[in-house]
């Protein structure tokens, strides 16, 4: 099967060993891509290659192989600075994953950039990531968390969000695209409306780096951050991008070695842009794997990924909705590639249970984002999410599970 933009779906499957496995003895079909996404051979590959051949610290050594690693991670992070338009690779930071990326700037700002009275607007459409960390930041504070509402649809109310913005807001901080409802933010409209209001900007792109293009200049967007592990690339690494000023200023995250220019007892001097926010032994094998993943989804082409994603997304929800008891979680008018519903009156555990057993791999629970659950009364979803790997077959697989698991529990 070949794609309407060309690439053939069978061939990119291949590069994907997980998918080649069966589960309680049926082919997988995994739709827990928002979650985590599945590697292809080439990132599997970098670090056999990484502690086979190169493995050494880096930054640090004359030697050979700390030249080598250091030349790898570093022209990963060249990677990604081309792949987000960053205008420098300085304002590229490694950190573990977005939830890291986030916490260093709330830890950051909490450091004489928030004070008592000052004002931060989160969205209802948030993960708990991008909730938790600016909670402890006003409870250390005395700043004021406000919330974005959301409506029926799954949509931000952009009117209260003009209305929350005035000269005490210093930061806005929400999702590019819902990981919960797929919902994809007006993101321009969010973040000129901010800086009118002297506000900074911060984007949580975990669920938006998988399916678009990303310009970070183009959009103005003061810090950005999102996961290794959801680009098909490893676990435990993100980046943080952040605008170069707005980085200098702020102070260290953590202390130790790799940020420090000089210590002595009396008084250290931190190192410059990136490796002030680098302390420690980085995840060096994880540094070269984003880049190889990024290689990767340039290879088959950013724009291509969407546009195929697009057509899962059109061919599922018209699938699912031929359930009579079907409801549909999230119906924005701009969604990304993953649809959460409910079977009549039937539990989401229960449901995710039984296609467990015929191999239909999804995510079910509140998604780490707890209050759209209560917004709508539930609690929780079935979750299918879906990447460009997956294919209109397994879709009707997963209308055949649902049936099975309305026969067995309605």
Same mark, same amino acid.
């Given at each position: 099967?070949?794609?309407?933009k060309?690439?053939?779906?069978q061939?990119?499957?291949?590069?994907?060993?997980?998918l080649?496995q069966?589960?309680?003895?049926?082919?997988l079909v995994y739709?827990?891509?928002?979650?985590t996404s599945q590697k292809p051979q080439?990132?599997i590959?970098?670090?056999t290659?990484?502690y086979?051949?190169?493995?050494?610290n880096?930054?640090?050594?004359?030697?050979?192989?700390?030249?080598?690693a250091?030349?790898?991670?570093e022209a990963?992070?060249?990677k990604v600075?081309?792949h987000?338009?960053?205008?420098k690779?300085?304002e590229?930071i490694?950190t573990k994953g977005?939830?890291d990326?986030?916490?260093?700037?709330?830890?950051?700002?909490?450091?004489g950039w928030?004070?008592?009275?000052?004002e931060i607007i989160?969205s209802?459409?948030?993960?708990?990531s991008?909730i938790?960390?600016?909670?402890? /930041?006003?409870?250390?504070?005395g700043?004021?968390? $406000?919330v974005? @509402?959301m409506?029926?649809? =799954? %949509?931000l109310?952009l009117?209260q969000?003009s209305a929350?913005?005035?000269s005490?807001?210093?930061?806005?901080?929400?999702?590019?695209?819902?990981?919960?409802?797929?919902?994809?933010n007006?993101?321009?409209k969010?973040?000129?409306e901010?800086?009118?209001?002297?506000?900074?900007?911060?984007?949580?792109?975990a669920q938006?780096?998988?399916?678009?293009?990303?310009?970070?200049?183009e959009l103005?967007?003061?810090?950005?951050v999102?996961?290794g592990?959801?680009i098909?690339?490893?676990?435990?690494?993100?980046? /943080?991008y952040?605008?170069?000023d707005?980085?200098? $200023?702020l102070? @260290?995250?953590q202390?130790? =070695? %790799?940020?420090?220019k000089?210590?002595?007892?009396?008084?250290?001097?931190?190192a410059?842009?990136?490796?002030?926010?680098?302390?420690?032994t980085?995840n060096?094998?994880?540094?070269?794997?984003i880049g190889h993943?990024?290689d990767?989804m340039?290879?088959?082409?950013?724009?291509?990924?969407g546009?195929?994603?697009?057509?899962?997304?059109n061919?599922?929800?018209?699938?699912l909705?031929?359930?009579?008891?079907?409801?549909?979680?999230?119906?924005?008018?701009?969604?990304?590639s993953?649809?959460?519903?409910l /079977?009549?009156d039937?539990h989401?555990y229960?449901?995710?249970v039984?296609?467990?057993k015929l191999?239909?791999?999804?995510r079910?629970?509140?998604?780490?984002a707890?209050?759209?659950?209560?917004?709508?009364?539930?609690?929780?979803?079935?979750?299918?999410?879906?990447?460009?790997?997956?294919?209109?077959?397994?879709i009707?697989?997963?209308?055949?599970?649902?049936k099975?698991?309305?026969m067995?529990l309605?």
């Open positions: 099967m070949t794609n309407s060309g690439f053939n779906i061939e990119i499957r291949k590069q994907f060993p997980i080649n069966k589960v309680n003895g049926r082919d739709f827990d891509n928002a979650a080439v990132v590959d970098s670090a290659h990484y086979s051949t190169i493995n050494s880096v930054h640090r050594g004359v030697h050979h192989l700390s030249q080598l250091t030349d790898a991670m990963s992070r060249d600075q081309r987000l338009n960053a205008a690779r300085e590229i490694f977005t939830t990326g986030i916490n260093l700037i709330a830890s950051g700002m909490g450091k928030i004070k008592a009275g000052d989160i209802a459409l948030e993960h708990h991008n938790v960390p600016w909670q402890m /930041l006003c409870e250390q504070t700043a004021i968390l $406000k974005i @509402p409506l029926e649809n =799954g %949509e109310d009117d969000y929350l913005l005035n005490k807001t210093k930061l806005v901080s929400i999702n590019h695209i819902s990981n919960a409802l797929g919902t994809i007006p993101v321009h969010i973040i000129e901010a800086h009118k209001a002297q506000a900074l900007v911060l984007l949580d792109g938006a780096l998988p399916h678009m293009r990303v310009d970070v200049q103005d967007v003061d810090f950005y999102f996961s592990h959801k098909f690339g490893p676990t435990g690494i993100g980046i /943080l952040g605008k170069e707005l980085l200098d $200023k102070p @260290p995250y202390g130790g =070695g %790799e940020m420090i000089s210590v002595s007892f009396e008084k250290t001097t931190y410059g842009l990136p490796h002030k926010f680098e302390a420690g980085p060096i094998e994880a540094c070269i794997g993943a990024l990767f340039n290879s088959i082409g950013v724009e291509n990924i546009n195929y994603e697009q057509e899962l997304l061919y599922a929800s018209q699938k909705s031929q359930f009579e008891k079907m409801r549909f979680i999230g119906t924005a008018k701009n969604k990304a993953l649809i959460s519903f /079977l009549g039937i989401p229960d449901a995710g039984i296609l467990d191999g239909i791999a999804v079910t629970g509140h998604h780490c707890q209050p759209i659950m209560d917004f709508y009364s539930i609690p929780g979803t079935i979750r299918a999410s879906f990447a460009f790997y997956n294919t209109k077959e397994e009707d697989q997963l209308v055949k599970g649902l099975k698991v309305e067995m309605s």
